[in-house]
């Protein structure tokens, strides 16, 4: 077993080695084959997961500048956009949360609201899940926390894992999750990443609230599609006891201080997200500002040694990722890319755009990571759709709505995170997600494509 999991691990390696030489012996400038053959390595090591996905992408900009592809102020202008600050103040507020115990709150509150059978555990997760939803960008950490919770419901049940039952409930939490995200600009890091792209590379500037107008519907609306596909399992009837529940809430005791606090500062981010129109305050510099309170004197919801505790790793993934982006930008191979394609696209209605679009984006899905993905290709997309007199954020939306599709775990981290607690059968995820492909593309045709229209985000 070690050997064959060494020799897979050097069959990785040398696959990748040999992929990021495949650009040297094409017909395309000196430039360009540096780049693809740097981005093609930080993809490789992604994809095989060779080292860890943070480190690759802080040595993304080093490598560009080493390697005379792009300047310093190009390699490292991730950093002067909202992406990041965005992000780490996310988690901050995030830290609040799960410190303040109000995340346990909430989960008990609501499956007490919705009863104790299977319905009133799976709208009492979805009610749940949908609280923290603009709340927290990054969906593992809220994964994190949410599916012990429900573990402990099965065990409580004596629902076996791997049954049909506790496919059924992992399934819950995870679209509950990951299909609202798309709703909310700082719901999670690619929405965040998206929002950062067009900004900063394509001057399309995305405040909080016109992205909720955009996407609220066509993301919510989306969920309570996906929320019903796990009845094909024919999950068993269930009758959570209101006593358990009780209990389990009366061991939280009366609200603490630090939950009101925690309350009130999240009332407050919501509201000036709200009208972030009016005060012209951008959203990383309010997400950060709340989550910076979280230290002050006289709140102290976090200590120093919370801070230490944030996944910076993600932060970092992201300026990667976005980095990707500029210097493919900056160095013109984003516009060749759009010449290339346009004339093929040209012929297209703005329903064969949108389609084709969020069809590719489910195909790409199953080489590369939404995050990576976004990075590489948001730009020329978005490019596209504006060279054919469309919106650029149209080219966004429908890639992040591709993106919430996915076959099998490793495509999507969170659904690997959600798969690995054992819980979850293989056989049970790809027969529920083969529906869920179907019904995305059913949704796509009825649902998003004419909202968009109505609102008038695909006039010319």
Known sequence: MKWNNLSLHKIKWICSFIVVLLPF????????????????????????????????????PGLYILFDITNYATAFSAWTTSTPWITLGGLMIGGMIVKSGLVLRIAYKSLLLTKGSLKGIVWGIVLTCTIFTPLIPSIMAKVALLVPVVIGICKVLKVKAKSATASALMLVVFFALWSPKMAFMTASTDSILTAGILEQYLGVKITWLAWAKDMFIPGILWMLVSIPLIYILRPQHLNLNKEYLELEYRKLGKITIDEKKTVTLIAALLILLIFSSWHKLPEGVLMLGIGCLGFFPGIGLLKSDDFSKIQFKVVFFLAGAVTIGAVASSIGITESVINFVQPYFEQMNSYELVMSIYIFSILANFLLNPLALIATLMIPIANLCSNLGYSATIGGYSMIMGFNQALFPYEIAPLMLVYGFGYLKLTHLIKVMVFRIVAGIIFMTVVTYPYWLYIGLLDK
Not at 32 to 59: C, D, G, N, R, S
């Open 25 to 60: 012996f094409c017909s395309i400038s000196n430039i360009f084959q540096k780049y693809l053959a740097v981005t093609l390595w930080a993809i490789m090591m992604w994809m095989f997961e060779l080292l860890p996905e943070e480190i690759v992408a802080i040595m993304l």
